[in-house]
């Protein structure tokens, strides 16, 4: 096994999916490579925190 290329699916940069995190892939059962650079990754977990954090926001009704 070696280091991978990946294209960013979102922005377009090139990112390194490593030996190590392609073992850690296999590991878990993962069986497609991804697909996002690490930094849309984090992106797009912090926004989908936000949503749920916010919850349903119906307890201001009086
Ligand atoms: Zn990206």
């Keep these: 096994m ?8 979102d922005c377009g940069t090139e990112f390194v999916f490593t030996e190590g995190e392609q073992a850690f892939y296999k590991e ?5 490579e991804p697909q996002r650079c690490p930094e849309c990754r984090r992106a797009r977990k912090a926004q989908r925190n936000n949503r749920t954090s916010h919850g349903q926001g119906a307890g201001n009704r009086w």
């Design 2 to 9: 070696a280091d991978k290329y990946i294209v960013c699916k």
């Design 28 to 32: 878990k059962g993962f069986e497609n």
